[in-house]
């Protein structure tokens, strides 16, 4: 199933967003931190779709995950070999739970360079 392509959704405005409710700030209880993944890995131009579509194994199991709130792998659209990471956890207890699914040993020989960090976050507040 080919994924939807994210050109047409520039922008949002909130109060457009049915059924989905925004609050200044969310306090995460203490001793606990959300926890974002973020970063990009390089690929040659040529492998990149390929590379990608055999992620999407991986994708849909860690949106299934437990504790996961989001998970995206995306094409750049400027950088021609960039993939964009993206991954939001409740913690680091279901981020680790979770990792025992991540790439295959075999698709990591296609990565040429990779600067992924983690995040932890004390709290949420509305853009």
């Not at 390929?50 to 995950?65: E, K, N, P, S």
């Not at 680091?92 to 932890?120: N, S």
């Amino acid at each position: 199933m080919p994924l939807p392509d994210p050109a047409p959704i520039l922008r949002f405005s909130a109060r457009a967003v049915r059924g989905v409710e925004f609050r200044n700030r969310r306090q995460v209880p203490v001793g606990v931190a959300l926890i974002i993944v973020s970063g990009k890995l390089y690929v040659d131009p040529e492998v990149r779709q390929g590379y990608l579509d055999g992620c999407l194994t991986v994708i849909r199991r860690a949106r299934a995950a437990s504790g996961c709130l989001d998970f995206t792998l995306s094409a750049d659209p400027i950088e021609p070999g960039r993939i964009n990471v993206y991954e939001r956890w409740e913690s680091d207890i279901h981020l680790q739970r979770f990792r025992g699914a991540g790439t295959e040993p075999d698709r990591l020989t296609e990565i040429h360079a990779a600067r992924v960090e983690k995040y932890r976050i004390s709290s949420v507040e509305a853009p």
